[in-house]
């Protein structure tokens, strides 16, 4: 057990957690799980079976502290955060979400057929290229030198608005670890999202920008995409950043803010989840292979992290190293906010 | 000077690294004996435990067509130490990378065969069978297999072609008798370049004292290295943002504020992005207070020049990546930055008898 900075947690620690709500640390160093979280229904399938690796945020943790908000409405994307404010499950956490991060998750059972989303990064409309310099509405450059994100728990969305689970696979068909893809935009084949689902016609997608509360509450490594090579782990605390974005603006930030430069938005175990994107749109699943373009709005994002935000109890989890959190976690914490009123994503498109 | 891969030769810096130029003297008379003709039992090279924090066993970073073996790893300690392996029969792969330097070079840039001298410094070598991102400081090579080729065939380091240091091999009974048990096979360009690479993958760094405090001694860090520590992961010197927590490298490249006009283009030379101007490997730091100079050109000779140029927020160039911003340090706390700089030495890995020349 590692004692550091007045929280305990466990070193290495792998145990399979059955049933979950806020861990504790035996003096083995094995991880429990005591009580409840309080969950929403969420909309993902969650994940049986399979090995599940990490340790816990040893906190009291805030089960039933998320709370729907916004939805999906209009022409793209809408969003929110958690879910809510149903009764727990043994299985599930504050997010509604499986409480646990497995990495070996099985095919859902029954016939299906691939469909890829085409992740298409665009800034003001116009494809934005990674590593090169970008015009901006205003006048002036942005150069992209990083972008990464997670995406999670997608389902989609049936005719009647029920959510259909849906399994998120690498190109040979096998399921993604943890259920989540990595998205690093200086990787082309990371730009999309592939899933396998039953043949039919579906008014939308939804995933989370990042990651569930599951496997936000880690602090055991885990394996990739989950590992400090994303480049976003949280370096001295638990949890990760949902998405990661550095770009350099050529003209004065008179023009853009100083956000346009950086914005890093992380989650806070138990208590500040990954935002829920809902994206509206037709989509069929047929036995002919779809590929569907998703368009990625880094205007959005940046429009986001200046955005009004309430940051009167931001801070990072314990323990992390004192002084106060950089510029770059506040501007992602006030798009973590803002996700609901912003359409990052949309479907359709070149 | 052009650019040319090397060998297992080191190219380190705060922020990127990669290997590099390197090569020089020390020439190590080459043992053709192998450890069992030497019949003196050694450690095995391959029974080691993750460093804290990394993921996967040893064993499986080695790739599906080059198993990782104990005879595998010892050959290519073997070959490690061979001059054989140069044009001139002047230096080896250990020219370049000393174990007392945590198999870093010393030098600002290494130098081959003739005197020739490289471009980059030439990084240490720990744990890097966990990168996969590429190799070299602009991360050019996908794999350690394919690495260890380079910089035998570079012509600033041993200048010799694959084909002639394989019929080098051949001609040794005692190589040949080694590789058939390794590989099953007389040497070759794959199995000559495999080996390499085993003792390599072999090396691993993990008993640093902040190896011990991640793995739970909280008592392992004295008091100012813990707040060199706090200061390393505070947004403060945004330290963090490049060498994360237990494996202290991202795996990335960033520009690290060291390019200057004119001067070496890094990653962008690989992929002609824009972006990619200055940009090198991010090293990891264990044992960085042994791998003096820093830098991928071994530009600044002691790790006192590294915080500062950080705490300037480098060179100026406007290629500057947007993490690296300007902060400042009082005297103790860059004395503490420093001590915990120093706790991530592994006296063991400097030492350890089993990556000696046998």
């Given at each position: 057990m590692l004692l550091r900075k007045g929280i305990s947690f466990t070193a290495l620690s792998?145990?399979?957690?059955?049933?979950?709500?806020?861990?504790?640390s035996t003096p083995e160093g094995r991880e429990t799980n005591t009580g409840g979280a309080a969950t929403g229904s969420g909309f993902g399938s969650g994940g049986t079976g399979g090995t599940v690796t990490g340790s816990s945020f040893a906190s009291g943790g805030t089960g039933g502290a998320a709370q729907a908000q916004g939805s999906g409405q209009g022409s793209g994307q809408g969003s929110g955060q958690g879910s809510g404010g149903e009764l727990a499950t043994a299985s599930t956490g504050p997010d509604g979400f499986?409480?646990?991060?497995?990495?070996?998750?099985p095919l859902i059972p029954g016939e299906r057929e691939p469909v890829a989303f085409s992740l298409k990064l665009e800034l003001n409309g116009k494809p934005l290229i990674y590593g090169e310099n970008n015009a901006l509405a205003g006048g002036g450059t942005l150069l992209l030198s990083n972008l990464r994100f997670y995406i999670s728990e997608v389902t989609l969305v049936d005719a009647s608005s029920q959510r259909v689970p849906v399994d998120l696979v690498d190109s040979g068909g096998h399921r993604e670890p943890y259920n989540v893809q990595f998205v690093n935009a200086e990787a082309p084949e990371s730009l999309g999202l592939r899933v396998r689902a039953p043949v039919g016609t579906y008014s939308g997608v939804e995933f989370l920008l990042g990651l569930t509360d599951g496997c936000n509450n880690t602090f055991s490594p885990l394996d990739a995409p989950l590992d400090e090579a994303s480049q976003l782990k949280w370096p001295h605390t638990f949890g990760y950043l949902f998405l990661r974005y550095e770009g350099m603006v050529t003209e004065p930030l008179t023009i853009m803010p100083s956000t346009a430069q950086k914005v890093h938005m992380g989650g806070g175990v138990h208590e500040r989840m990954a935002p829920k994107i809902s994206v509206l749109g037709a989509i069929t699943v047929a036995k002919v292979n779809a590929e569907l373009p998703l368009k990625f709005a880094l205007d959005e994002v940046l429009k986001g992290a200046t955005m009004p935000a309430d940051l009167a109890n931001f801070a990072l989890p314990p323990p992390a190293p004192p002084g106060p959190p950089g510029a770059e976690i506040l501007a992602g914490e006030h798009l973590r906010q803002n996700v609901p009123k912003l359409t990052i994503f949309s479907l359709g498109g070149p | 000077m052009k650019e040319t891969p090397r060998l297992l030769v080191k190219d380190r810096s705060v922020h990127g690294w990669s290997w590099q130029p390197a090569l020089g003297f020390l020439v190590f008379a080459c043992s053709a004996t192998p450890d069992a003709v030497n019949l003196k039992p050694t450690p095995n090279l391959t029974e080691v435990s993750s460093p804290f924090g990394f993921t996967g066993s040893l064993a499986s970073t080695a790739p599906a067509e080059n198993e990782l073996t104990e005879s595998r790893a010892k050959l290519g300690r073997r070959l490690f130490f061979e001059t054989a392996l140069s044009r001139t029969r002047e230096v080896s792969c250990s020219s370049c990378h000393e174990q007392s330097h945590a198999f870093a070079d010393p030098r600002p840039v290494s130098v081959g065969i003739e005197g020739k001298m490289g471009k980059r410094n030439a990084p240490g070598l720990a744990n890097l069978a966990w990168v996969r991102t590429g190799l070299f400081w602009d991360g050019r090579v996908a794999s350690l297999e394919e690495q260890a080729g380079k910089p035998i065939e570079d012509a600033n380091e041993m200048d010799l072609p694959l084909a002639e240091a394989v019929a080098r091999?051949?001609?040794?009974?005692?190589?040949?008798?080694?590789?058939?048990?390794?590989?099953?096979?007389?040497?070759?360009?794959?199995?000559?370049?495999?080996?390499?690479?085993?003792?390599?993958r072999?090396?691993?760094?993990?008993?640093?004292r902040y190896d011990a405090f991640l793995a739970g001694d909280s008592l392992a860090l004295n008091d100012s290295e813990k707040r060199g520590s706090d200061l390393f992961f505070s947004s403060r010197t945004g330290c963090f943002h490049?060498?994360?927590?237990?494996?202290?490298t991202n795996d990335g490249f960033f520009n690290n504020g060291s390019y200057e006009p004119g001067g070496d283009i890094g990653r962008k030379g690989l992929t002609g992005r824009t972006g990619d101007l200055g940009k090198f490997r991010v090293p990891g730091l264990r044992n960085i207070a042994l791998t003096a100079p820093y830098l991928h050109d071994g530009s600044l000779p002691t790790l006192s020049d590294v915080i500062d140029h950080y705490a300037k927020g480098g060179r100026?160039?406007?290629?500057?990546?947007?993490?690296?911003?300007?902060?400042?340090l009082n005297a103790a706390e860059k004395a503490d930055l420093l001590a915990f700089l120093g706790a991530l030495t592994d006296q063991k890995f400097l030492t350890d008898p089993?990556?000696?020349?046998r």
């Open positions: 792998i145990s399979l957690i059955l049933g979950c709500g806020n861990a504790s499986p409480a646990v991060c497995v990495n070996s998750l | 091999l051949n001609s040794d009974a005692s190589y040949v008798a080694e590789f058939q048990a390794a590989y099953a096979e007389p040497p070759s360009e794959l199995s000559l370049r495999q080996a390499l690479a085993s003792f390599v072999a090396l691993v760094s993990s008993n640093s490049c060498h994360t927590e237990r494996t202290l100026g160039d406007p290629s500057t990546d947007v993490q690296i911003e300007p902060f400042e089993k990556f000696v020349e």
